[in-house]
């Protein structure tokens, strides 16, 4: 990645490689060497003998010649499916087009509140305005009387690392973290701010809205901040010194980690493309009992990887007089909404010792609050009683999932099925009885529900594209119903018929994805020429933009015919 760049373009990290069963080390070895050639090595990852991480120096391959390998990979005999995995800046752009009422200070020509703190509400004054506006303090009151709220439960925190700051010291277990950025022990954020890009010390911010003690460390209530579990225990994982780049190997190998070291919850405050690799960490961690929970995403126009996925809890944010941030994705992948428009966090600094604080906003503070809220939910009934009430730990999720969709606060002036369930409600979900052993969540998913989610398919176009759809025909809005306008604009960007858009997107559609949500500018020209009266000259428009993009010559000819 280009260091000097205001706007980093994507960097191939690798692929993933899935061959079929027998003699799995040696079809990959194959292909590599067929395809790939010297200086590319695969590691087997996850519970199965055939799924592999192939991986050389970052950057190795152009977006373009990446692309063009994945084809012949995917071409080659005993391989069962390939995709190449990136980092890649795709949500708090913006470009995306996002406005604020107000500029806040800026740093680095970044807004410092995201996209767009919105109006500075006098209830957000209050250091504990969000955990109230979650029932918290009353969930604390009513069921934790003589005992800890989120007392054994431990929660993994995929960020940008910690800092030993008072605000969460005592809950920190550093001891089993991990800096995957720099694969070594020590997950501590080394605060760097030498990219525009960068957010060193998210990861302490975040981290504080779970687990910080109730009121200010050192006496001081101007200064302090209120975690929602403020006696769990947290494990930091470095992944990245910015969690704006989403780095898509890094995070998965975090979550499987994670789950490894035994923590109950995964907070993840970041997101960004989808992928096999991605979704096969979650699932990895979920079948094995750990509630996962991510960010919508903040100013781009779709609810973002690894949120979007049905095993993860996806969180959107609202502000502190109850109204939608505006710079929340929003979409049917949402699950719950939570504050998270100046939120109050522990601010990093190279001295740990100060107890400095100050207000962000996101749907990382929102996600934040929701894990909290799981591990009070874990440590009020205990771990065992809830695998016995949902008939399996690998069940646990999709029951926390469903529960807290169904005990949280519908806000009337919210748009209809944006939001998830509504305003998350901490004391209503504990209030709430577990399921009787016997009954399946009705959201718990099948296993294979999310693999083609982000495989390019008219569903990941339909995910990727909810809210155009939704504006020009409302009633067409779900996945799966009759042609729509944005079938029509992918077919006569690929030059065949609506009939024949499944399957050339079969072909080329993973690739397409990868180029409209990585260009906010592209992204948007497609989406007004779908809904645009002059459509073939905008449809034309996006096909000359991809052309000149570099596309690989498969996606190549697909536009070209």
Known sequence: MNENEHDPGPVLQGFTIKTTNRAAQQKVDRAI????????????????????????????????????????????????????????????????????????????????????????????????WSIEMANVPLAWQNHFAGAQPGEGVVIGHPDTGYRRHPEIAANLQTDLGRDLFDNDDDARDELKKTFPWQNGGHGT???????????????????????????????????SDSVVVLDTLNLARAIELATD??????????????SDRLHDAVVYATSRGVIVLAAAGNCVRFVVFPAAYDEVVAVAACDAERGTWKGSSRGRAVDITAPGDRVWHAT?????????????????????????????????????????????????????????????????????????????????????????????????????????????????????????????????????GPPNPLDGGLAELLGTTADKVPADLGQVG??????????????????????????????????ERLLKSGVSNALETKLSR
């Not at 009121?215 to 947290?234: E, I, M, R, W």
């Not at 577990?434 to 718990?444: C, F, K, M, S, Y």
């Not at 296993?447 to 569903?459: E, F, I, K, S």
Request: net charge negative; glycine share 10%; with cysteine.
């Open 33 to 128: 060497n067929d395809i790939l050639g010297e200086g590319w090595h695969a590691t087997n990852y996850g519970d199965r003998k055939n799924q592999f991480e192939v991986i050389s120096e970052e950057g190795a391959l152009s977006p373009r010649d990446a692309w063009d390998r994945t084809y012949q990979l995917r071409a080659h005999k005993g391989i069962a499916s390939a995709e190449p995995l990136f980092k890649a800046w795709v949500t708090d752009r913006p470009e995306w087009g996002f406005d604020s009422d107000e500029q806040p200070t800026a740093a680095f020509g970044l807004p410092s509140f995201g996209c767009g703190s919105g109006k500075d509400f006098a209830k957000a004054k209050a250091h504990e």
């Open 261 to 274: 070291r035994g923590v109950h919850v995964i907070s993840i405050s970041m997101g960004g493309l989808g």
């Open 348 to 480: 990093a600094n190279a001295n740990d010792s100060l107890n400095n604080v100050s207000q962000g906003s996101g749907t990382s503070y929102a996600v934040a609050t929701v894990a909290g809220i799981a591990a009070l939910w874990l440590a009020k009934h205990g771990r065992t009683t809830i695998i016995n009430a949902c008939g399996g730990k690998e069940r646990i999720a999709s029951t926390f999932s469903q529960l807290v969709r169904d005990t949280a606060n519908p806000v009337p002036d919210w748009p209809s099925g944006q939001f998830g369930g509504g305003l998350v409600d901490a004391n209503a979900l504990l209030n709430a009885a577990l399921p009787n052993g016997r009954t399946v969540p009705t959201l718990a998913p099948t296993a294979t529900q999310n693999v083609p989610l982000a495989r390019g398919g008219l569903t990941t176009f339909g995910h990727l594209f909810e809210g155009t759809v939704r504006s020009t025909q409302p009633s067409l809005a779900a996945a799966a």
């Open 205 to 239: 911010g975040t981290a504080s809205v779970i687990v910080s003690p109730r009121g200010a460390t050192n006496g001081n209530a101007d200064n302090a901040v209120s975690g929602t579990a403020p006696h769990a225990k947290l494990i930091p994982f470095r992944v």
């Open 510 to 543: 993973q690739e397409l994805a990868f180029y409209l949500t990585t260009d906010p500018e592209l992204y948007r020209r497609f989406e007004d020429a779908v809904s645009s009266e002059h459509h073939d000259a905008a449809i034309d428009d996006v096909r």
